[in-house]
């Protein structure tokens, strides 16, 4: 195929995606702001920086073992400060920016302006927001979902390269690169995103800015490991996945460190990881579907994962086929811009969850899946809505794509429950918020901390939570997981 | 900033969009649809699945809500009075428990201590219906607890006590 450009100019297929994409972003929204802010993984964040200044945050969290996020830090303090007492809403908002930004560079990469744009465009939101990585950037806030930052991060960095570049372009993806590798350990998927993208012809960030962020991942690099001497994250500190099982700490050191298999273990996440992106399934390094077909229980959550990844990775690997010709004369096109740099953030999403694989670390490879998931549905559907075939076999395939969307549907409609449900349990915790502290040794000792939780406390009393008392028994077998 | 576009394969034909696209794109739209309007509508006070605004204590309690009971608490309502449970939500029909009733019927041991450590009696004059109820519930674990607060020698005669419900 020719390399034929276009002008940009947006179509009424293009308003109807936009329009879509809005629905979407504030539907999720409003999941958001009905849950409290969590206690576990919130509540101790907020308490450590209350009582420090922004500078101290930065510092003392810069050298911390194993991680490297002093920016997450600092977030959380700038909005403890300014939330001037209204917390939840402060986190709320800031999380539901972020989710804003989310869609907006989403719809942006994607560039819908036709029909067939518009209909794969309308499967691909329901990947999105159907992927079993997608619940990890909007359940929780942590107070603030860093992994939904890099996400955002990473899809702005996609449309940063299909810019038409410049200088500008070029200090953007460093700042960008600075904020998201200073943010999350993951945020060097950013770099993984603009090398990437040039190789596939996008030239939005020239040469020079790709330098720019290798120099900036290098001293990246000595930085962490050689001046502050942060290391990995490390391995067996908490229960993993493995196989159809989890697998305790003290069971990773008894099989992978003693033996001095500890890389068998790597290479365990790093596959779990990259297959749960295409497969929907090991769920947390666990393959619980899995297990549930061999003992027999397909029941219809199973069935509507099996379909959908089906549908959705069967439809990727046409693609790949059907334009294998063209990547091997290095013809890229839009689409096949998009399904490449999905595959080179899924492996490096992926080998970074080496020493332990979580959906929410692999979100952002979540996102590129359903943006090269678009293509290859767009591309389906050029190719398909204009073949001459047989009535039945056309009536089949209707009926398969029709099944496929149906069941990320779905999902969609089961991340939306499951985000739900969390608040349930959030609100339980803050119940027993007192208790917990004192479990943890982390009981407020000045007033302002006492305050701080009790505020937080009343704020999540106001909250109206899902009850399974009150879901209909259909809706819980069909949405909500043992 | 934006750049000029390649093609991709729809470009280059008039976009049919046929029934191919149509089968795609009704359930996404669709459930957007419903979603939105399920939306608009929780603004106006119809929120299904959601728990319900004018929920009693002893539904809160059998709906695990322990802030929900905190709350209640807080805001003054009594943890020994019976109110209304409705259907479903621990026995089919709808009936008048106290909260520890609805805890034992739910089978919430952790709903009792909570209740109690808040103010809810169990004493002489409760604790022999809640061990009955307990134990006509299968309930072994809570009661073991009830029992582990009656003197050694309580032998409550539960087939002289009237259940709270009779389903």
């Known amino acids: 195929m020719g390399r034929t450009d276009r002008p940009a100019t947006a179509t009424r297929w293009t308003w109807m995606a936009w329009s879509a994409t809005a629905l979407m972003a504030f539907i999720v929204s409003v999941g958001v702001m009905r849950n409290p802010v969590q206690v576990t993984d919130s509540l101790v964040p907020m308490l450590k920086v209350q009582n420090a200044s922004t500078q101290q945050v930065f510092m003392s969290k810069i050298d911390g073992a194993g991680f490297l996020r002093p920016l997450y830090w600092v977030q959380i303090k700038l909005l403890l400060e300014g939330s001037r007492g209204h917390y939840a809403v402060a986190y709320k908002s800031f999380h539901v920016l972020c989710i804003a930004l989310l869609f907006f560079f989403f719809a942006r990469a994607a560039r819908v302006r036709t029909k067939d744009d518009a209909a794969a465009f309308a499967f691909a939101i329901v990947v999105l927001t159907g992927m079993h990585s997608f619940l990890g950037m909007v359940w929780e806030g942590y107070p603030v979902n860093h992994y939904l930052e890099i996400a955002v991060f990473c899809v702005a960095a996609l449309v940063l390269c299909q810019s038409s570049g410049g200088l500008v372009a070029d200090i953007l993806a460093a700042l960008l690169f600075v904020m998201a590798s200073l943010t999350l350990d993951s945020g060097l998927l950013v770099w993984v995103v603009f090398v990437a993208a040039r190789l596939v012809g996008l030239r939005g960030v020239s040469w020079r800015g790709v330098a720019m962020t290798t120099a900036l991942l290098a001293g990246y690099m000595v930085l962490r490991f050689m001046v502050l001497d942060i290391g990995s994250p490390p391995v067996g500190e908490r229960a993993v996945g493995f196989g159809f099982s989890r697998i305790e700490p003290a069971e990773i050191e008894r099989r992978f460190v003693a033996t001095g298999h500890l890389y068998y273990f790597y290479l365990y996440n790093v596959i779990s990881g990259f297959a749960s992106v295409f497969l929907s399934e090991p769920i947390s390094g666990r393959w619980m579907l899995t297990q549930r077909v061999i003992n027999g229980g397909i029941d219809p959550m199973v069935a509507t994962s099996i379909v959908s990844a089906l549908v959705a990775t069967g439809l990727l690997v046409r693609f790949v086929i059907a334009r294998r010709r063209e990547w091997a004369a290095r013809h890229f096109d839009h689409g096949d811009q998009l399904v490449i740099v999905c595959v080179a953030v899924a492996l490096g999403n992926a080998a970074m969850c080496f020493s332990y694989v979580k959906d929410e670390v692999m979100s952002t490879a979540g996102v590129f899946y359903a943006l090269a998931v678009f293509s290859a549905m767009r591309h389906a559907l050029a190719t398909w809505d204009h073949t001459n075939r047989r009535a039945a076999a056309g009536t089949a395939l209707a009926i398969v794509l029709f099944a496929g969307s149906a069941a990320w549907t779905i999902r969609t409609t089961g991340s939306q429950y499951q985000m739900l449900r969390i608040g349930t349990v959030d609100r339980y915790e803050w119940a027993h918020v007192d208790e917990w502290l004192a479990g943890q040794n982390q009981t407020p000792t000045t007033p302002q901390g006492a305050r701080l939780v009790q505020q937080l406390r009343d704020e999540a009393m106001h909250t109206r939570p899902l009850s399974l008392l009150f879901v209909p028994r259909w809706a819980v077998k069909w949405f909500i997981p043992e | ?167």
Request: net charge negative.
């Open chain 2, 1 to 167: 900033m934006r750049a000029p576009e390649t093609t991709n394969p729809s470009d280059t034909k008039p976009a049919a969009g046929g029934v191919l696209g149509r089968a795609i794109a009704v359930p996404p739209i669709a459930w957007l649809v419903v979603s939105t309007a399920l939306v608009i509508a929780a603004s106006f006070g119809y929120t299904p699945f959601m728990t319900p605004i004018d929920l009693t204590l002893p539904e809160a309690v059998a709906a695990r809500d322990h802030l929900e009971i905190l709350r209640q608490i807080e805001s003054g309502a009594d943890p020994n009075r019976a109110e209304r449970v409705r259907p479903d939500l621990v026995r089919p029909g709808g009936y008048m428990m106290t909260p520890l009733e609805a805890a034992v019927a739910s089978g919430r041991l952790d709903t009792i201590e909570f209740l109690q450590q808040r103010g809810a009696r169990v004493d002489a004059t409760t604790l022999p219906d809640l061990l009955c109820f307990a134990k006509q519930q299968g309930a072994a674990d809570i009661e073991a607890y009830l029992r582990r607060q009656a003197p050694a020698d309580f032998a409550p005669r539960c087939e002289s006590v009237r259940l709270p419900w009779n389903d």
